[in-house]
């Protein structure tokens, strides 16, 4: 399953973080809840500082089946 990840759309926006990857890693990947609607944020570390990339919202359920996959290594 190939994912597509976009900025940000809303920066300001208070989500809950319900799941995340070690932290341990240069790529970390969090499950998001914010306003009904879940997504996965995936944030990549490097010299220069952070950059931070975000999937579309979906029902908790489809994003807890994708955050399953993307954990699997069956979606990127």
Known sequence: MQ???????KAEERARVVAWSCHCRTIVYEL???AGQSYI??????????SVFE????SF???AEVWAALLEGQAV
Do not use: I, V
């Open 3 to 9: 994912l597509a990840w976009r900025k940000p759309s």
């Open 41 to 50: 944020r995936r944030t990549e570390y490097d010299d220069n500082g952070e």
């Open 61 to 63: 359920k489809e994003a």
């Open 32 to 34: 998001c809840r914010a």
């Open 55 to 58: 999937t579309y919202r979906w």
